[in-house]
């Protein structure tokens, strides 16, 4: 009998441990599927306002210029997957560089090769001579690259064409003469950034080659003369230089006018990966010049337009009025280390926000800050403002009922600098986190995102902190975030020193915080405001 009892008690606990471990098992299953049910993927991604193609693979945006209202963006785009492959121009256009609408295919890749990145500018004087009937010719400028060519191993496998529209950038014409430049026997042979110089009254192109910039002139936008070349030896040559721009700028408030040369490479950033670089110098109407602080430049100098890994092959918009004065500035967001590997699969890389870019003078240095442009602020709704807060060790200062940290602008300012670390968090309830900041005690701004989501899709995603060198001596630091689903935008101290990075949380961000290592300090002003766009 004791046995029997013992069998019966035996197998009354067996079944209440399969019933107890069953509910358990279907309670974690059940978890389970919420948790994955609630991790965001794909379109949840997809920004609230930087631009991002409706579907499929974008890269570098191409072709960028302002013409009656419209301020046009042109980019690298394939329109049937997802990943890179035969490239065409994608096109959209915004009254004020922020609300984006998409256009049709502009230029489709032909029998001469695929339509790699390139400019356009608006021919008022029809130098060109393919203006008609009171129609102001806008002439595009890209590389052709044959496929075929390259897979042969060819060398001359990249040349530059030019097309034409007279109906404001919406359809193009190619030019029956193409290529207007032969390749001379250079492998890596790209990109034409096209100026009108009006202090010598010409066309200027600058191309990109492997390891130099070539400089070119022409009268009528169909002719072209290599001038020079510039770089080799000179600035970050960790990979091939791609995706160069040229232009003159005021150096601040002055009459002194100086050429800025902005050359992007992959790999060579200065934290891996894509990067862009700038030289500033003279120009004498055939060759560039650099300042003397810049001829001998190392693999590590600090003249980078944006530290983070994410704003690529940046370029300016053409024919910007005289009266507005501004040079404005685009990146792609994104890197060739993992662009093609993010976990979006509908759509793929969104572009910066626009900014304008500026030349000073600090001490002997010149320097480009850049910030956001003005127009976004017209998108500003709720806000948040305080003064003189105390921060005392984990301190929150922005949470999603204020502010929605999907979509915000945020602005702060901390006086009387002490030498230690100034940490923010975003954070969310999922566990993600994302830091960023700045160590006064070292002179450099970082961002960690390592905890912040999905980050297995690449090694190279988060495999190590991000930093940038502080260019300001100033004692207060003061920042602007822009945030939105998937990137953040740090301009500090004016926009000296600017960082750029993505991320994948897998749930929106619903706090700020900050802290320091001295454990207590006072920010002196933050202001955050909801940006709204419907």
């Avoid at 759509?347 to 003005?374: F, Q």
């Avoid at 670390?421 to 566990?431: A, D, E, I, R």
């Avoid at 502080?470 to 003061?478: A, H, P, Q, T």
């Amino acid at each position: 009998m004791k046995r029997i009892v013992n069998l019966v008690v035996f197998m009354s606990l067996s079944f209440s441990l399969f019933i107890s471990c069953k509910v358990a098992n279907e309670d974690t299953k059940e978890k389970s599927e919420k948790t994955l049910s609630e991790v965001q993927n794909d379109e949840d991604f997809r920004p609230n306002f930087h631009f991002t193609p409706k579907k499929n693979w974008m890269n570098d945006p191409n072709g960028m210029f302002y013409f009656n209202g419209y301020f046009h963006l042109y980019f690298q785009h394939y329109p049937d997957d997802n990943v890179w492959g035969p490239m065409h121009w994608g096109h959209a256009i915004s009254t004020d560089m922020v609300t984006w609408k998409e256009q049709p295919i502009a230029i489709y890749p032909d029998e001469k090769g695929y339509i790699f990145s390139g400019s356009a500018v608006v021919d008022k004087n029809n130098t060109s001579g393919f203006g008609k009937d009171g129609k102001t010719p806008v002439i595009a400028m890209f590389t052709y690259h044959d496929p075929e060519g390259e897979k042969n191993d060819e060398i001359d496998y990249q040349s530059q064409a030019i097309a034409y529209s007279l109906d404001e950038g919406q359809t193009w014409t190619k030019y029956k003469a193409n290529p207007v430049i032969e390749n001379p026997g250079i492998k890596d042979f790209r990109d034409p950034k096209i100026t009108w110089d009006g202090i010598h009254q010409q066309w200027v192109m600058v191309l990109a080659t492997y390891e130099k910039t070539l400089f070119y002139t022409s009268e009528n936008l169909k002719n072209w003369t290599r001038q020079s070349d510039f770089g080799e030896g000179i600035g970050a040559h960790g990979g091939v230089w791609e995706c160069p721009d040229f232009f003159p700028m005021y150096v601040g408030d002055t009459e002194e006018v100086k050429w800025v040369l902005i050359q992007s490479l992959n790999p060579g950033g200065y934290n891996g990966g894509s990067g862009t670089q700038y030289f500033i110098g003279d120009f004498d109407g055939k060759t560039f010049t650099p300042v003397e602080k810049m001829k001998n430049l190392g693999e590590d100098h600090s003249y980078w337009l944006d530290f983070g890994k994410d704003n690529y092959a940046g370029v300016t918009w053409a024919n910007i009025p005289e009266e507005n004065g501004r040079t404005l500035f685009m990146g792609w967001m994104s890197n060739w280390q993992y662009a093609q590997e993010v976990p979006t699969e509908t759509w793929r890389s969104a572009m910066t926000i626009a900014r304008e870019l500026k030349l000073e003078k600090i001490d002997d240095n010149y320097i480009i800050s850049s910030t956001p442009v003005n127009e976004l602020k017209s998108y500003r709704s709720k806000n948040y403002k305080d003064r003189n807060v105390e921060i005392d060790g984990n301190t929150k200062i922005i949470d999603s009922a204020k502010i929605d940290l999907t979509s915000a602008e945020i602005r702060f300012k901390i006086s009387s600098l002490q030498d230690t670390k100034y940490q923010f968090k975003l954070s969310n309830s999922f566990g993600d986190e994302l830091l960023f900041g700045y160590d006064h005690s070292t002179q450099e701004f970082f961002i960690d995102r390592s905890k912040a989501g999905q980050i297995d899709f690449s090694e190279d995603f988060a495999n190590k902190v991000s930093t940038a060198p502080r260019i300001s001596n100033s004692e207060d630091l003061s920042g602007i975030i822009i945030l939105d689903k998937t990137s953040i935008e740090l301009f500090y101290d004016e926009g000296k020193t600017v960082m750029t990075e993505i991320f994948f949380p897998n749930q929106p961000w619903e706090t700020l915080s900050i802290n320091s290592e001295e454990g207590s300090f006072t920010m002196s002003e933050i202001e955050a405001y909801q940006l709204k766009f419907n």
